[in-house]
């Protein structure tokens, strides 16, 4: 029989998924691997849904979004919810020796992740869990986020076109914003980590950026607009990540999952910061959320480079006997990292950031 490795696209999808199926199940079926796709991230593997993938499945998918396996990001195998409690809280099982079983009886010695942070700590957990079993399974990760805020690559696939999505949708707001000498807040995704506003920020000439790291004051936001207008720029274009909150406020909370790993959904800083500065300045504002188009669609053409660089060096690292390890980017090499590395941490913006810092020089306000 074939060696066989398992392939799951985990968490939030965004653009490249398919690019790295590709990359990683061509070279396997070419070495004689049997690669199984697993549905629906760690779910399939829960609920026993994957098959082998064939040649013609893994062709021709390079440019499409989404993922051809679905994902999830709310099925961690070491706390499955199975339903909610009177209390509101999640009911959780541990659903990892039925896991660990089924990988046994399919023969899968390696576990392909592309995944953010928390999907390589349930990738690096359910190996520690067949470990102690008493089986070996091997876990290779492949980082995935439109956030960028993997610890241990400087890089994750989906961010570049995430950021291009982001941009262009500024543009198209600029030249409504200046017709009507408007304020306008485009509210952008990111998690905790201000990666996709501050790139496109900067990509759009965006006058205020908001990051997470950088707590922000209405006032300080409202004079920078009023020193604009006073120039005879009239109209102001604000980019602000979901998880950019006010100095000493709290971050604003959309919806709240307690059957998901990460239970917080962001959204709605962009309206607050709309109302407030039309409220102070008297200048008409108005906030657009992009959501999830950023996750949509076709990956640019350098993302569609670096989940084929990334997807391909998962593989060779299993060809090559490496273990547990996650392929990454380091100052613009491709390498690979230990699997635990990104586990439970996040790489947000740092304050020397060459991106940020040339930002300041432009004179962007970042509404400190
Ligand atoms: O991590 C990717 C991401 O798109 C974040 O930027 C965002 O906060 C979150 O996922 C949204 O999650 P969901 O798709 O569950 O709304």
Known sequence: MAKRIGLITAGGDCPGLNAVIRAVAKPAM??????LGIYDGFLGLIENRMHVLSWAEVSGILAQGGTILGSSNKANPARFAVGIGADGKAIMEDRRPQCLELIRREKI?????????????IASELAAAAHQAGHSLNVMGVPKTIDNDLEGTEITFGFQTAVSIAAEAIDRVKTTAASHHRVMVV?????????IALHAGVATGSDVILIPEIPFDFDAIADCVRVRSRHGKRYSIVCVAEGAKPRGGQLFVSKVDPTSPDPIRLGGVGKAVADEIEKRTGIESRYVVLGHVQRGGTPVADDRVLSTLLGERAIAMVLEGKRDRMAAVQRGRLTDVDINLPCGK?????????VMRAALELETHFGD
Not at 109 to 121: K, N, P, R
Not at 346 to 354: A, G, I, L, S, Y
């Open 30 to 35: 070419r070495e004689g691997f049997e690669v």
């Open 187 to 195: 509210e952008v995704m990111g998690r905790n980590a201000g990666w």
């Open 346 to 354: 996040q790489r947000t913006v740092p304050k020397d950031d060459p």
């Open 109 to 121: 010695e390696t576990l392909i992740v592309a995944g953010g942070d928390g999907s390589m700590t």
